[in-house]
């Protein structure tokens, strides 16, 4: 029987696999539990979103993908595997290593992640003649390739451009055609698309699109735009205080979400088909303190259906319909079966 998690590929066409990831950061409370218990795997080709309300998780979550753990944060269980490897028994050089050919990523602020000394050629040919052995040329040409791709409207100029004399949209883009001049097998982007206009921001997603199909790189997003969400994802996850509490095929979700927290973030929306709203709808209330997380679901206080049990028991994922999984008590059915039951 299948694992009710996201099992959405053999292990072959695997290309990240996330198991019981949880991770901490120390705080004068105690460990705030940013992530908890997560299974995730995405595989080749695959474009996941990860969305939920601010501070539930996505980045910490996302930056663990790929191995990375930010400021005094601890990943106090689980592993992390990539393409076969797992990430967390690699050396800090061999890791370096993986970084920039298996793995990309770009962030909503580019303003940090750009030398500002040297030129975009010389930070975008660099990496392109090392990962895939071009010549000096070759690399150029590609990189110009890749920058009009972008909707960069001036590849040669850009090219010759140190970062200050770029705008920040524009810097962000060369972020993206750095990104995705590897072909990495996991290209993460981290809410990438925010602050460039809406056009733009279809020609990026279009072209990280094209990355995940024709190159089959694992594309995972973190966004609060459902809308992007719709266009650009096969499969959603989303994330309540550290949990993923539904994933499934974004339709699937989207049609028929089994989490309240879910049907509260898709309230506005009307059908399916209709119009998307911008950003996520708020829910009343807030979420638990991480450093003081309920015994059972953190949602409890917040969820209009909530039964005794929630508040003492943690539901654990359970599939609803073929590769949509939810941990909720009220909407479960009484047939499903559990992790437990099945891992047994
Ligand atoms: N560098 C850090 N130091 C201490 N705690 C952190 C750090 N980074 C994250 N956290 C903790 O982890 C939680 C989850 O953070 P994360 O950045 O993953 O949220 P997010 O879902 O990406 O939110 P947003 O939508 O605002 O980007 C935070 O609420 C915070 O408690
Ligand atoms: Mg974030």
Known sequence: ??????????????????????????????????VTDVDLRVARGERLAIVGESGSGKSVLSLSLIGIVNGSG?????????????LLALRPDELRRARGKDIAMVFQDPGTSLNPVLSIEAQIVAPLRRHLGLTRAEARERALALLAETGLPDPARTLAA????LSGGMRQRVMIAMAVACEPTVLLADEPTTALDVTIQAQIVDLLSRLSSERGSAVVFVTHDM???????????????????????VLDVFADPQHP?????????????????????????????????????AFVDRCPSALPRC???????????????????ATEPADAPTREAVLA
């Open 1 to 34: 029987m299948d694992l009710p998690q996201e099992v959405s590929a053999d292990a072959a066409e695997t290309a990240v696999d996330v198991r019981g990831l949880s991770v901490e950061f120390p705080t004068a409370q105690g460990p705030a539990r940013a």
């Open 227 to 249: 809308g992007l969400v719709a266009r650009f994802a096969d499969r959603i996850a989303v994330m309540y205080a550290g949990r993923i509490v539904e994933s499934g095929p």
């Open 311 to 329: 508040a003492d028991r943690q539901p654990l994922l359970t599939e609803r319909r073929p590769g949509q999984v939810a941990a909720c008590w």
């Open 261 to 297: 927290y879910t049907r509260g973030l898709l309230a506005s929306i009307p059908a399916v088909d209709g119009p998307l709203p911008d950003r996520l709808t708020q829910i009343d209330g807030s979420p638990p303190a991480l450093t003081d997380l309920p015994a059972g679901c």
């Open 162 to 165: 140190f970062p200050h004399q």
């Open 74 to 86: 601890r990943i106090a269980q689980g592993e992390v595997w990539l393409d076969g490897r797992d």
